[in-house]
């Protein structure tokens, strides 16, 4: 253990040991960047490098859009426009051509500095503008013929804040303290946790070398190993956590649920309306394996709106029920909570199943009474939102959970099942759209996963347009044309927090306006706000599905798995307003019967590149698991919808949204770690082992403080 304590000792000095930190700086690093210590410095990264080992000419301009280092002089510098527009303009000229160079600062001081004899070497990045390259605020430095290349010719940059410039850290001083502390870091101080095996195999750098390379690189392709390197790193630990968290699963005791002749098989024959797709009896057939396995399930349904995970979640629901275990649903809406509690209750209606619902709205007499029955176990199935997991719900034996829409839950609130019974019951989540695998392996890895990858038979393909504010009108007239098929249809409005007042404003605006195009008796019109008392919405949503109503105008609290077959029409206003996984939900809402469906979202003419982007996606593709890569790429993993709250992703180098290759092979080697060694306890693995007990004792020390 002695050489740990080398590098832990090394790696935990306090920064203000470092030569070039006194105690003012140290405090403007540990408030500003939260490095306290050696280790904290030496993983606060670069955001960028300078090239400068090659001398390109100015016809090399126009290539590529990155910085270019250029060798030449400069020549007709003048001044040009007045006031504010002021800048100054000069040529810069080489053996083959040239280029144009503008600054808008620092005018005066740049002019003493230049003069017509002096060969520079330029560095900076040429921009396109009015059908020719310019540079803007190049970096100048005066060639020196005797030193015509860098000693360091790829330089890092770094992140800095205004408060550290000011006090003289800016990204040269940055490289100055790296290049201090890279001066006494020795590779005892950087033990390589990763299996030697495992570095051979996929050709990496050794830690040592690579946090070496990531600041001071030799070369291009010494940087890029290294940021590799780095990014399996970081994407191991997140990775090797979510194995062994899956390992431990696996070996947790499960209910092994051995009869389905009695409720299962009188709903699976007799009961359920419609065949099975192949993907859903696939999946049945996955969890039915779980459910003999003597191990405790775990495992994450995917499939794409409209796919039917609910009918799955039924069947498994019975199978519990079939051997004297209680069932749990929870959903995330009280709208969704009471769609599944009344479609169930339907399905059911020919059995002696006890189904209850559940919710924050139940009242308190009638809660009473069906916490009572759900602990004496005369309840059944227990459907429900949030509810469902407070203390005072107490099972008397329930043997499987299930969340819908597991995106809008937390991890705590699934943690919290695994306690509704002494022996943790059966857990499957689903989520409400695909999520892509890379996001899926970082949020869910340590679960099981399968996919309903096909849609129930029938189904057209929803159709999308995107409409102008302008062609308002058009829609009214398509609207009327609808409703006299019989159709019915959705408006939905956003709801952003933060100008919450302003969206309720035009929800009303919109309600109105819609009241006047299609006035009573021959239409009428629903309105769902999240504003209202569950009772009231539900009074609504009721009138819809009754048909009394052909028009629903609502905020995105109907995004969530509401299911009217006879909708076919979803209007999103300010469809740019959205993100592409909740503009999938909300055409999800149709395309549930057999008629063609509609999708119309309705923007301004002037959007952002992202909105177009997303707007066009919609337009083009049906496909979750495809709009889920689109999301993914365009937001990052950060803010897709549900992974905020998740450490699992907050990477500081690696990103899941074009690491996924890198992804794949840190999960494996983590799999191929514990698969030969589940204790960890070959001498291999030995600083495996360290690094993860140091990691948990950091946690625990951390939860005790906080
Ligand atoms: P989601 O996966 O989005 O939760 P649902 O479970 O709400 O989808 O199912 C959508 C609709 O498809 C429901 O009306 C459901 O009854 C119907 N459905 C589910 N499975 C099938 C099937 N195999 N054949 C026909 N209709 C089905
Ligand atoms: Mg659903």
Same mark, same amino acid.
């Given at each position: 253990m002695s050489a740990e304590r080398k590098d832990v000792q090394f790696l935990n000095t306090?920064?203000?040991?470092?030569?070039?930190?006194?105690p003012e700086k140290a405090t403007v690093l540990k408030n500003e960047l939260q490095i306290f210590s050696f280790g904290d410095l030496i993983k606060h990264f670069p955001y960028r490098y300078v090239d400068r080992s090659q001398i390109h000419t100015t016809n090399d301009i126009g290539n590529s859009d990155t910085y270019i280092q250029l060798k030449g002089k400069i020549k007709n510098m003048v001044e040009l426009g007045h006031g504010r527009a002021k800048r100054l303009s000069a040529v810069f000229y080489d053996d083959v051509g040239e280029v144009e160079l503008v600054w808008f600062k620092g005018i005066q001081w740049i002019k003493k500095g230049i003069d017509a004899n002096t060969t520079f070497l330029l560095y900076g990045k040429p921009t396109y503008f009015n059908h020719s390259y310019n540079i803007a605020h190049p970096e100048l430095e005066i060639f020196n013929a005797a030193k015509n290349?860098?000693?360091?010719p790829f330089r890092a940059l770094y992140n800095t804040t205004e408060k550290m410039k000011k006090k003289g850290l800016d990204s040269k001083a940055f490289q100055k303290l790296i290049a201090n502390l890279l001066v006494n870091?020795?590779?005892?101080?950087?033990?390589?946790?990763?299996p030697k095996k495992y570095i051979e195999m996929y050709r990496m750098l050794s830690r040592y070398d690579a946090y070496v390379n990531i600041h001071q690189p030799k070369n291009n392709s010494l940087q890029h190993q290294a940021i590799k390197r780095l990014k399996f790193e970081e994407l191991f630990i997140t990775q090797i956590n979510l194995v062994e968290l899956k390992l431990i699963h696996q070996k947790e005791k499960g209910f092994i649920f051995e009869k389905i002749d009695n409720h299962f098989d009188n709903f699976y024959h007799h009961l359920l309306p419609f065949e099975l797709t192949n993907a859903q009896k696939r999946v049945l057939k996955e969890i039915r394996k779980d459910m003999l396995s003597g191990k405790q399930m775990n495992r994450l349904l995917q499939g794409d709106v409209g796919s039917g995970k609910t009918i799955v979640a039924l069947l498994c629901m019975l199978m519990a029920i079939d051997n004297n275990f209680q069932a749990t649903l929870m959903a995330p809406t009280e709208i969704l909570a009471q769609q599944h509690f009344q479609g169930i209750q339907e399905l059911l209606q020919n059995t002696n199943i006890n189904v209850q619902l559940l919710t924050g709205s139940t009242k308190s007499k009638e809660k009473k009474q069906i916490l009572k029955a759900v602990n004496e176990g005369l309840v059944d199935l227990l459907i429900g939102t949030h509810a469902l997991i407070e203390d005072t719900v107490q099972f008397k034996n329930l043997g499987i959970a299930i969340i819908d829409e597991q995106h809008r839950f937390g991890v705590e609130q699934r943690a919290k099942l695994y306690t509704k019974n002494t022996t943790a019951p059966h857990i499957l989540v689903m989520t409400a759209t695909p999520i892509p695998r890379t996001l899926a392996m970082t949020l869910y890895g340590d679960l099981d996963v399968s996919v309903i990858d096909e849609l129930p038979p029938g189904r057209k393909p929803i159709k999308t347009i995107h409409k102008f504010e302008s062609h308002r009108l058009e829609l009214f007239g398509f609207m009327r044309d609808e409703i006299k098929k019989g159709r019915q249809i959705y408006i939905v409005y956003p709801l952003i927090q933060e100008s919450e007042k302003l969206d309720l404003i035009d929800l009303q605006n919109g309600y109105e306006a819609i009241c006047r195009a299609f006035p009573i008796p021959d239409y009428f019109v629903s309105v769902v706000h999240g504003k209202m008392k569950p009772a009231d919405k539900d009074f609504e949503m009721q009138r819809f599905l009754k048909k009394e109503t052909q028009i629903m105008v609502a905020t995105?609290?109907?995004? !969530?798995?509401? +299911? !009217?077959? +006879?909708?076919?029409v979803m209007i999103i206003e300010n469809a740019d307003r959205f993100g592409l996984s909740q503009l999938h939900q909300l055409r999800g809402r149709v395309g549930r019967g057999a008629d063609q469906s509609y999708c119309i979202l309705m923007t301004d003419f002037k959007l952002s590149q992202d909105a177009k982007k997303r707007i066009k996606t919609m337009c083009e593709t049906n496909d979750g698991f495809k709009i889920a890569e689109v999301d993914l790429a365009l937001r990052g993993p950060g803010n897709m919808e549900g992974t905020q709250q998740s450490g699992a992703l907050q990477l500081s180098i690696a990103n899941i949204a074009t690491d996924g290759k890198i992804l794949e092979e840190a999960r494996k080697t983590a799999i191929a770690i514990y698969e030969n060694d589940a204790t960890l306890q070959h001498e291999d693995n030995k600083w495996l082992r360290y690094y993860l007990q140091a990691q948990k004792q950091k946690k625990n020390s951390w939860i005790s403080v906080s």
């Open positions: 306090p920064i203000e040991y470092l030569k070039g930190v006194g290349k860098y000693e360091q870091l020795k590779p005892e101080h950087i033990i390589d946790f990763i995105t609290v109907i995004e !969530v798995g509401v +299911n !009217v077959p +006879n909708a076919s």
